[in-house]
């Protein structure tokens, strides 16, 4: 069974920066592309730095910290340090509402942290 978990209404979404949330223990980043939502996971593959602080090129998200490049669409690795893809979700928007597919019904929050690069 599929459910749909709704992260906020459309409004609260502004074209382009990602926003983050915890579905369970999994970090999502949702992205209003204009045309289309995009959810894949908040987790870049190369050093595990958070995609939220990343910015959006057409469909696709720079990584913040050392510019992986993904297809938002596929989680693909597109150009960058990584080869090894993100995890992407299925979102839809319904009547005003962003709503995530998810397996089971969890808690949802968003995730709050400090911007800053802390790898090497
Ligand atoms: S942590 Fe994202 S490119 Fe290195």
Same mark, same amino acid.
């Given at each position: 069974?599929?459910?749909? *978990?709704?992260? +906020?209404n =459309? !409004?609260?979404?502004?074209?382009?920066?990602?926003?983050?949330?915890? &579905?369970? $223990?999994?970090?999502?980043?949702?992205?209003?592309?204009?045309?289309?939502?995009?959810?894949?996971?908040?987790?870049?593959?190369?050093?595990?730095?958070? *995609?939220?602080? +990343?910015? =959006? !090129?057409?469909?696709?998200?720079?990584?913040?910290?050392?510019?992986? &490049?993904? $297809?938002?669409?596929?989680?693909?690795?597109?150009?960058?340090?990584?080869?090894?893809?993100?995890?992407?979700?299925q979102?839809?928007?319904?009547?005003?509402?962003?709503?995530?597919?998810?397996?089971?019904?969890?808690?949802?929050?968003?995730?709050?942290?400090?911007a800053?690069?802390?790898?090497?």
């Amino acid at each position: 069974m599929t459910y749909y *978990l709704t992260l +906020g209404n =459309v !409004e609260e979404f502004p074209k382009g920066p990602p926003r983050a949330f915890t &579905i369970g $223990d999994v970090e999502v980043a949702i992205v209003n592309g204009g045309k289309s939502f995009y959810a894949f996971s908040n987790i870049c593959t190369h050093r595990f730095e958070r *995609l939220q602080d +990343g910015f =959006v !090129e057409d469909d696709n998200i720079v990584c913040a910290y050392h510019e992986a &490049i993904y $297809d938002m669409k596929t989680g693909e690795p597109v150009e960058g340090p990584t080869v090894d893809p993100l995890s992407v979700y299925q979102v839809r928007v319904e009547n005003g509402e962003v709503q995530l597919a998810w397996p089971t019904e969890v808690a949802v929050a968003e995730v709050q942290h400090e911007a800053g690069y802390v790898g090497d």
